[in-house]
């Protein structure tokens, strides 16, 4: 059975609908793989856009990392909008998400993937198919590639995880920077750990810790406040397919990656250093037509965007690996004329047991996850955000098969 909330919405026996009365959409122009294609339609244009288009600066960027490294983190902070989910949980970020910057002339354009996962990781998470070739496909359509790196788990900062040294060393002659996140977490711990408020060893640390994962090849580190301190080798290889063997030899024997560009300390949640990534890469821009109009923050249609919060929010008030069992469904989708938007979503529970585990005692969890929900949903879209959520242990295709009996 279906538990409603605040009201009674006969949503079990209506099929989903999106009804978008009014645009409201952060996405504002079509979206082209090739931005020289992107102004294709705009054949009115004056001569003073033309001119414009001419000045237009671009950069697409590649974040990768390992699961829970902080990436959507750090391109929230960039794009000062929480635009690619996030939660204390792994695999929150369950697809590809373009999430655009843009400053003055200059076009950031951010391909946040998921978190590089092998065959065992997806089986146990039920992660999509698409996992293994989504960091792929970015960096191929990327002019640089960041790597995030979590300084904060002590178990994994020493050296950088296999599969991304995999891909670093698929794609050698991309260019490539290195973000060490968490830093003020290291650091807090480090200070429990030596019983000493002085900030200056937690900075050797971390200075010894980023030539370490270059290799000592890189001197460039970019350090944010309070962590400032007044104190390449490049191998070319024409791209001849390298033999799997060869690389995970390779890559066994790596601790780090001698070829970053740049190396930055970054506090995402604090958005400590961000902006020292941001200068960067709007120096590395190069010109071309921007992909996306001026306005755009994202590729992704507004319901998805809901979708994908409302996951996250779950990842973080569900134990275990509840979460990941669960599907997420947009019954109701409108925006009102005064601009508000109305939103009714399904939680298919693959059980009863698992159902009133979503509900919680009373349907206490539940309202805590549709309250929290719509925060976040109204500090996104910056209006009023009217949730409803309704929990059943209905698998989604069996609602879908009453659905097309009462048609």
Same mark, same amino acid.
């Given at each position: 059975m279906a538990k409603y909330l605040n009201t009674i919405f006969l949503s079990i026996g209506l099929k989903s609908i999106v009804i978008p009365n009014r645009v409201h959409s952060l996405l504002k122009c079509n979206y082209s793989l090739n931005p020289e294609k992107c102004h294709s339609n705009s054949i009115n244009q004056n001569e003073n856009d033309l001119i414009k288009i001419k000045h237009q600066r671009l950069l697409k960027i590649a974040i990768i990392g390992v699961p829970n490294a902080g990436k959507s983190s750090i391109i929230n902070s960039i794009v000062q909008r929480n635009i690619c989910p996030y939660s204390c949980k792994v695999h929150t970020t369950r697809s590809s998400v373009r999430a655009v910057r843009t400053v003055g002339d200059t076009q950031l354009v951010f391909l946040d993937t998921?978190?590089?996962?092998?065959?065992?990781?997806?089986?146990?998470?039920?992660?999509?198919?698409?996992?293994?070739?989504?960091?792929?496909?970015?960096?191929?359509?990327?002019?640089?590639?960041?790597?995030?790196?979590?300084?904060?788990?002590?178990?994994?900062?020493?050296?950088?995880?296999?599969? =991304? &040294?995999?891909?670093?060393? $698929? #794609?050698? /002659? %991309?260019?490539?920077? @290195? =973000? &060490?996140?968490?830093?003020? $977490? #290291?650091? /807090? %711990?480090?200070?429990? @750990?030596?019983m000493n408020t002085d900030l200056l060893k937690s900075k050797s640390y971390l200075l010894d810790l980023a030539r370490s994962l270059t290799c000592y090849k890189h001197h460039n580190i970019h350090i944010p406040k309070p962590y400032t301190t007044t104190s390449e080798e490049t191998k070319t290889h024409e791209s001849l397919k390298i033999q799997?063997?060869?690389?995970?030899?390779?890559?066994?024997?790596?601790?780090?990656?001698?070829?970053?560009?740049?190396?930055?300390?970054?506090?995402?949640?604090?958005?400590?250093?961000?902006?020292?990534?941001?200068?960067?890469?709007?120096?590395?821009?190069?010109?071309?037509?921007?992909?996306?109009?001026?306005?755009?923050?994202?590729?992704?249609?507004?319901?998805?965007?809901?979708?994908?919060?409302?996951?996250?929010?779950?990842?973080?008030?569900?134990?275990?690996?509840?979460?990941?069992?669960?599907?997420?469904?947009?019954?109701?989708?409108?925006?009102?004329?005064?601009?508000?938007?109305?939103?009714?979503?399904?939680?298919?529970?693959?059980?009863?047991?698992?159902?009133?585990?979503?509900?919680?005692?009373?349907?206490?969890?539940?309202?805590?996850?549709?309250?929290k929900a719509e925060q976040h949903l109204r500090n996104l879209f910056l209006t009023d955000v009217f949730l409803k959520m309704v929990v059943t242990d209905k698998p989604k295709y069996s609602v879908q098969q009453m659905t097309d009996n009462l048609t």
């Open positions: 998921p978190g590089l996962v092998d065959s065992t990781e997806i089986t146990k998470y039920n992660l999509e198919k698409t996992f293994a070739n989504d960091s792929v496909n970015s960096i191929e359509e990327a002019d640089i590639i960041g790597v995030i790196h979590d300084v904060s788990n002590r178990f994994t900062r020493n050296r950088l995880d296999p599969k =991304v &040294l995999r891909l670093l060393h $698929l #794609y050698p /002659n %991309k260019d490539s920077f @290195l =973000v &060490l996140n968490k830093v003020s $977490l #290291y650091s /807090n %711990k480090l200070r429990k @750990l030596i799997e063997r060869e690389l995970e030899k390779t890559v066994k024997q790596s601790i780090g990656w001698e070829n970053f560009k740049d190396v930055f300390m970054v506090s995402a949640i604090h958005s400590l250093g961000s902006s020292d990534i941001e200068d960067y890469l709007l120096q590395k821009s190069k010109p071309s037509p921007w992909m996306f109009s001026k306005d755009v923050l994202t590729d992704k249609e507004d319901h998805k965007l809901v979708l994908h919060m409302i996951d996250s929010i779950l990842y973080d008030y569900l134990p275990n690996e509840v979460p990941y069992n669960l599907e997420v469904e947009m019954e109701y989708y409108e925006v009102s004329q005064e601009g508000n938007i109305h939103i009714v979503v399904l939680i298919h529970c693959n059980t009863p047991r698992i159902e009133k585990l979503v509900m919680g005692k009373k349907g206490s969890r539940i309202r805590n996850i549709a309250k």
